[in-house]
Each structure stands twice: as structure tokens, then as C-alpha cells.
């Protein structure tokens, strides 16, 4: 059973769960995304176009920076060193095996033999000492994988296929962290280019290579007809099936689709509420429902600032949102409301409805003991003569239409009790600097991160000096002793163990970090961070990677 309040794996209501929890994959539209029709057995050859919703990186070496679009598209010709299987274990990858002293200072990673990048480079102990090098180096601008390697104090070459990490600390999430393809291994001597040149094209291990890069266009990629290095949990050895990919960056949602239903590209990301509305009921489309770990999709209220430095405003703010009806009524099923700062998909999450319903009136008293009791003429809340005034900017790259109608309603209903939400959409570069400046007192910040560590990520005081990109993570600013203790601890608790003392220690320490986050009302859950795809009826054999929830198109191929 699980720990009460803790929400266990969604398991019934997706179509295809079983065996995928932590993949977070459901398949709808068609019986299975491995049988459309035609032949059962995988032909070579073929192209495959895919069309991205989501913002064209401006980088496609996932080292620099570290956001999802960088890893949509890095997941096909870059390769880590470890993986998840469907059930949530770390798998092989690049990395054979794996030790850790019983301190957990240091971690020793065997590399499989004979593997290659495929500008020659041979897979070694120093390639992997060159990635590491790379990402903590604050010249290449990282935020994720700089984040995620902040213990790594040291490497070392122990022989040409051991390679040794030492840790300042120990870090249960480190495997985890190391699974994600903003880690992902590149070639050491690609990496001795200009940032320019490693952004166009990264070298890899993996089975695509970045053949061109027409930008406002696509990316080429192209078949590596020596690939050798499959994660353990592949469905097939030697190189890809497809040919070619094509990735294509069309943003308006209605052309996606349209240009899926006349077989003009493959797959199709980023699939509105509608879409995937109207998928359900064709018999040629496949519909994967696969929402990302970590984090919840969430809206973090700024406490490092007035209004929202008083909780008991954060919590009025909360109780002024109406999320259940604008969920219900804008993603026709396609989403599930969160009351979690964990996704769905992390077994560790805890749920507390009880701490989000929509109560105008507790909002309205809430506001009054808070000294915001007197109106303006526009019927807002004001203070010492200020408005309660919430700046909101919402990156029109990382929101859809149906998230940005329900930041709307929420701002209709947040008026209602007397808070002046002001939103303003940006484009992905706007709002990194409306965030850098802290020029915000609400925001809505995709986070993806395996396991629950990304608490500490996102809500451990640490988060709120910027990484080397200028990044940070802790949006909320949320700045607690007790908190940042209790991160610390489950962080440090056990190796990344699965059973026993170590891993009830730590799943405690993980539901008391989850509580004083939800009762602090620093954040309002969503629902999950949506990863929906739709594929046309040729499509065979894709998946989402169970480790971030990206596609992998290594099994797939065409069945024209």
C-alpha cells in the first residue's frame, strides 16, 4: 500500500500503462504503436518527419543551457551513460556496470568496449572526463547538467574503460541525474570546437547524426550505419531502421495536425486538447500520452518579495484560483488536475487536495487580516496605496493555448477577490530575462528532473543563486531552514537504493520536504508537465524513453 497521501503510479487511467508507469506512455487511437497494419516484421529505410510544437533551440548541444527542446531532438543522436527501464530501474547504457564506494564519495563507471563517436573518437575514460569538464565549466552556460553534477568535485582516467567520479557529498539521484540527456556523452574532440560549431551539430554515439541544420526550417538527421551501443532495454541491435529524420519546427498547433492528417510529417508533438480530442476517434492515428517526471506543472508564487513574501497572501491567491473548472472544461480529458509538486509518475508524490480548493471567501478574509482590506475604483485590493498587482510573464514557447486560457481564467476569478494579475506573454528569451531580473512575482516554470531530488532542486535555498547560464531554479525563492535540512538529508540518505531502511528514510524525508512546501503555499499545482504526441499510421515501434519522456525513433520504422 502506499504511505497515506502519497499518490501512487496513475495506473488505470491510461490505456497501455501497465508495465510503462515510469515511462509515463499511454497509447490511444489505435490498438498499439507497434501495430498499425501492413507487415509485423520492421523494414529498413524510409524517412520520418517530425514536427515540433515546441520552441527551436537556439543550441542543439544539450550541455549548453539544458531545456526540453534541446532534449526532444538530442535524444535521437546523443547517448548516456545510463538509462531507465518501463519499471523505474537504472539500466545500462554507455556504462556497462557501476560501483560506489560504502561512503558514496566515489562512483565508478565501467564503459562498454569498442564504441565510438561518430567523428572516430573513441568512447573512453577521458571522453567522459571531457563531458563532465565540459559541463561544469561555467563558459559553457549549463544550467541543468550543471545543477545535477553540483558533488562532482573530481574525475579520473582509472584505466581506458573505468572512469572514477568523486563526490564532495554523497547523492542518491546521481544515476538519475546521469540518465538524462542533458548529461548525454559527446565527443571529447567535437567538444574542442567553438561553442558555435558543437551547437550546430554535437557528435555522439548514438544512431542519428545531425546532417544539416536549416534554421526557421529543420534539422537533418541521418542513419549511423556503425552504431553498436543500444541502452539495455532496446528491441534491437545494430543500427537504426529509419534512413532519415527530418525534424521539422511548425508552432501553430491546427497546421501540426493538418499536415499529420495529410501525411505531410509522421509525428507531431506538442498536440492540443482538440487534436488529441479528434485523434481519439480515428482509426490512423496513434495517440502517446507521456508526461514527464519530476516536478509537477505548477505556478510558483515569488516569496522573496512583496505581495507574495506574506503567506498568508500566497494562500489567498491560491484559494482565488479556479484550476478544476479551467482544467476540466480546456483539456477535455487530456489532463488530470495536480494538487502534487511531484508528477503523477514519481511513485514518491504526495497529494493534498485539501490545501487547493477554490474559496473565494476564505481569499477574501485571508486578504483582509493581511492589511489588503480597502478597494480601489476598479474593485482591486490596495495597501498603503499600492495595488495588489501580480506580474505574471508566460512564455508563449513553453505554454500552450489551452494553459494559456487557463492562466487567463485564473486571472478573471483572482480578480474576483481583488488581485490585479497582470499577463504578459514573452517569447522564450524575454521571459529567461523577465526571470533573471526577478521582474516577476508569478510564473510558470517547466522543470523536468528524474526522481524526487528535483525538490531540491527547485525549493532548497541553494536554487536561488543562478547557475553559470544565469539560470536558476527556485522561482518560488523559498528560503527554509528546515526545508533546505530535509532536502539535504534525503539527498545524502542512501546511494539511490530501492528497498529497505535507507529507502522508507528517504521517501519520509521526501513526503515531510512535499508538506512544508504545499502548507507554505509557495507553488499551485496544475497538473502534469504534458508531453502528448500523435503518430500517423505508418509509425511503428516508437516510444518515449522512460528516463525524461522523449521519443525514441532507434526501434522504429516506417510500415507503408
Not at 559553457?140 to 573505468?162: I, N, P, R
Not at 507521456?290 to 506574506?310: C, Q, T
Not at 530535509?486 to 528514510?505: I, K, M, P, R, Y
Request: a negative charge; charged letters at 20%.
Amino acid at each position: 500500500m502506499p504511505r497515506p497521501g502519497i499518490v501512487p503510479p496513475r495506473s488505470t487511467t491510461l490505456a497501455a500503462l501497465a508495465g510503462a508507469a515510469a515511462l509515463g506512455l499511454a497509447l490511444t487511437g489505435c490498438t498499439s504503436a507497434a501495430s498499425t497494419g501492413g507487415s509485423d516484421e520492421p523494414t529498413s529505410g524510409g524517412t520520418l518527419t517530425y514536427a515540433s510544437g515546441d520552441a527551436e533551440p537556439t543550441c542543439l548541444d544539450p550541455h549548453v543551457g539544458g531545456n526540453y527542446p534541446q532534449a526532444l531532438v538530442s535524444s535521437q543522436f546523443l547517448e548516456s551513460l545510463v538509462s531507465l527501464d518501463a519499471d523505474g530501474t537504472i539500466i545500462p547504457w554507455l556504462a556497462d556496470s557501476w560501483t560506489v564506494s560504502p561512503d558514496g564519495l566515489s562512483w565508478e563507471f565501467t564503459l562498454k568496449d569498442d564504441v565510438t563517436f561518430t567523428d572516430g573518437t573513441p568512447l573512453d575514460a577521458a571522453a567522459v572526463q571531457a563531458n563532465i569538464a565540459h559541463l561544469q565549466d561555467p563558459e559553457t552556460g549549463s544550467s541543468t547538467g550543471y545543477l545535477a553534477l553540483a558533488k562532482v568535485t573530481g574525475t579520473e582516467a582509472v584505466s581506458d574503460s573505468v572512469v572514477r567520479l568523486t563526490l564532495a557529498q554523497p547523492d542518491s539521484a546521481l544515476l538519475e541525474s546521469l540518465a538524462q540527456p542533458w548529461l548525454a556523452i559527446e565527443s571529447p574532440t567535437a567538444l574542442m570546437r567553438s561553442q558555435d560549431e558543437n551547437c550546430a551539430a554535437p557528435v555522439g554515439t548514438g544512431p542519428f547524426i545531425v546532417d544539416s541544420w536549416v534554421k526557421q526550417n529543420a534539422i537533418t538527421l541521418v542513419r549511423n550505419e556503425d552504431y553498436s551501443s543500444p541502452p539495455a532495454d532496446a528491441e534491437h541491435s545494430g543500427p537504426a531502421y529509419l534512413e532519415e529524420i527530418v525534424w521539422r519546427f511548425i508552432p501553430d498547433s491546427a497546421s501540426r495536425y493538418a499536415a499529420l492528417q495529410a501525411g505531410e510529417v509522421d509525428v507531431i508533438d506538442n498536440a492540443q486538447p482538440d487534436t488529441i480530442s479528434q485523434a481519439g476517434a480515428s482509426d490512423t492515428i496513434v495517440h502517446l500520452d507521456a508526461p514527464r517526471p519530476g516536478a509537477s506543472n505548477r505556478i510558483e508564487l515569488n516569496s522573496g518579495k512583496a505581495p507574495f513574501n506574506d503567506a498568508a497572501v500566497r494562500e489567498a491567491f491560491i484559494r482565488s484560483a479556479n484550476v478544476d473548472d479551467a482544467v476540466a472544461s480546456l483539456f477535455q480529458g487530456s489532463a488530470e488536475r495536480s494538487t502534487s509538486a511531484l508528477s503523477s509518475v514519481e511513485p514518491l508524490g504526495v497529494s493534498r487536495p485539501d490545501l487547493f480548493d477554490y474559496d473565494p471567501d476564505a481569499a477574501a478574509e485571508l486578504l483582509d487580516g493581511a492589511g489588503w482590506a480597502e478597494k480601489d475604483s476598479d474593485g482591486y485590493r490596495v495597501k498603503d496605496g499600492v495595488r495588489l498587482t501580480v506580474v505574471f510573464p508566460v512564455s508563449t514557447n513553453q505554454s500552450i493555448p489551452a494553459e494559456q486560457s487557463l492562466f487567463e481564467q485564473i486571472q478573471a476569478t483572482a480578480k474576483e477577490t481583488g488581485f490585479d494579475v497582470q499577463l504578459t506573454k514573452l517569447d522564450l528569451s524575454s521571459w529567461y530575462t523577465a526571470l533573471g531580473s526577478n521582474a516577476y512575482d508569478a510564473v510558470s516554470a517547466p522543470y523536468t528532473k528524474i526522481g524526487p531530488d528535483v525538490l531540491r532542486i527547485l525549493f532548497h535555498s541553494d536554487g536561488i543563486t543562478p547557475a553559470p547560464s544565469g539560470y536558476f531554479a527556485n522561482h518560488a525563492q523559498v528560503n527554509g531552514p528546515e526545508l533546505d535540512s530535509l532536502l539535504t538529508e534525503a539527498n545524502q540518505v542512501s546511494t539511490g537504493s530501492t528497498n529497505g531502511a535507507d529507502a522508507d528514510q528517504r521517501a519520509a524525508l521526501y513526503e515531510d520536504a512535499q508538506n512544508l512546501i504545499l502548507e507554505g503555499f509557495y507553488i499551485l499545482p496544475l497538473y502534469d508537465q504534458q508531453n502528448h504526441f500523435l503518430l500517423g499510421s505508418a509509425v511503428e515501434g516508437a516510444r518515449a524513453l522512460p528516463t525524461v519522456s522523449t521519443p525514441a525513433f532507434y526501434d522504429t520504422w516506417l510500415n507503408r
